[in-house]
């Protein structure tokens, strides 16, 4: 008997992915040099508890968490999880929404869209998916354009970007940082 196929799907973040969540940041430390988590290291979400991830969370769906050197975030942020019951869900990845006129940190005003894949879950179609998943969500926002940065060596970022019609910005400051820069119109993307 062939077991119906469940879409992964976007959900607020929740302390009750905390297993598979510290997993996903164990990666990113190993692959990417750090934990893709707003500016904190493995070492303090390796010491801290359920309650911690909790008010991490809040903060997330609330937008008060701050990153260091930055104003709050004030971002909509969902985590691409599988489906199922919460015990048996994996976090796959997080689509960030930037919704307002970003500081002069980021050098340009306006929104951006902030893809993160699991390293193991790369290179299978999760970014697209979630990226095609976020869009009704970011266009309901009233975001007709927005910013999208990747990292030079990001191979699959580059040809997602190319794929969902993103143009790339010549030159951009962000460049020097070892990103590329791209704007996506939302209207017509996906």
Request: with cysteine; glycine share 10%; aromatic share 6%.
């Amino acid at each position: 008997m062939t077991r119906p196929v469940v879409m992964p799907l976007l959900h607020f973040p929740n302390a009750s992915l905390r297993s598979t969540w510290l997993e996903a940041m164990a990666e990113h430390a190993a692959v990417d040099g750090r934990p893709d988590a707003d500016g904190l290291g493995m070492e303090d979400l390796r010491t801290s508890n359920a309650d911690w991830l909790q008010g991490y969370c809040r903060a997330l769906n609330e937008g008060t968490m701050m990153r260091p050197g930055t104003e709050p975030l004030r971002p909509s942020v969902w985590w691409y999880v599988t489906a199922g019951r919460p015990d048996t869900r994996e976090y796959l990845g997080r689509v960030s929404i930037r919704h307002h006129a970003m500081t002069h940190a980021f050098g340009q005003e306006g929104s951006q869209i902030w893809v993160s894949v699991r390293p193991s879950r790369r290179r299978q179609g999760v970014g697209a998916a979630m990226l095609a998943a976020a869009l009704p969500m970011i266009r309901a926002q009233g975001i007709i354009d927005a910013v999208v940065e990747i990292d030079k060596a990001n191979q699959a970022g580059t040809a997602l970007a190319a794929r969902i019609g993103a143009e790339r910005v010549e030159g951009h400051a962000a460049e020097r940082h070892g990103r590329l820069r791209y704007m996506l119109l939302t209207v017509g993307a996906g």
